[in-house]
């Protein structure tokens, strides 16, 4: 199942997530579309709906916890809506720049790489890092923030991935 807009937003409401975790959602998903947009603009091949369904709900499982681990309480929750598959990957890989197993273990997620792999999902992982509570920020401020906060947890592999896929979307998108 891929939600629509209204749809992905009840589910949220009906995973019990609060107020500021919606307008999050709204603002994230809002930065992904652009994104996914302008990616499709350039002749790239892009599933928009899914973006917008992903970036609506990648913070689902923050009805439950607002711990790393949401992600991996996301996929329980979608799994119960009976949402799809390539959905669920976007909720369960968004985490940081994507984790992988190792920085998983440390973290105390079940052991596997938690790494964006589509398009969408590194989409959706991306737009997450630009929105600062529902505002949008640029990627310097994104980049300095996620240094500061997840940089020295996570080390420098997280960096780079994040860097990466600012590279990668960038270059998908004609944006220099």
Same mark, same amino acid.
């Given at each position: 199942l891929l939600p629509t807009r209204s749809e992905a937003l009840q589910l949220l409401k009906d995973a019990?997530? #609060?107020?500021? $975790?919606? &307008?999050?959602? &709204? #603002? $994230?998903?809002? =930065? #992904? =579309? &652009?994104? #996914?947009?302008e990616i499709s603009e350039q002749g790239n091949n892009v599933d928009i709906d899914l973006v917008e369904a992903g970036a609506l709900l990648h913070d689902i499982g923050r009805g439950v916890t607002h711990s790393v681990d949401h992600g991996v309480a996301g996929v329980v929750i979608a799994q119960s809506f009976g949402l799809a598959p390539s959905l669920i990957r976007i909720i369960e890989r968004h985490i940081g720049s994507g984790i992988d197993s190792r920085e998983a273990r440390r973290l105390g997620l079940p052991f596997k790489n938690y790494l964006p792999k589509s398009l969408e999902e590194k989409i959706v992982t991306y737009a997450d890092k630009l929105i600062e509570g529902a505002r949008e920020v640029g990627y310097e401020e994104a980049f300095h923030k996620f240094q500061q906060e997840l940089g020295g947890f996570l080390g420098s592999k997280a960096i780079a991935r994040f860097q990466q896929l600012h590279t990668e979307l960038s270059r998908l998108r004609g944006v220099s």
């Open positions: 019990n997530c #609060a107020s500021h $975790v919606l &307008r999050h959602c &709204r #603002a $994230v998903a809002t =930065v #992904a =579309v &652009r994104i #996914a947009q």
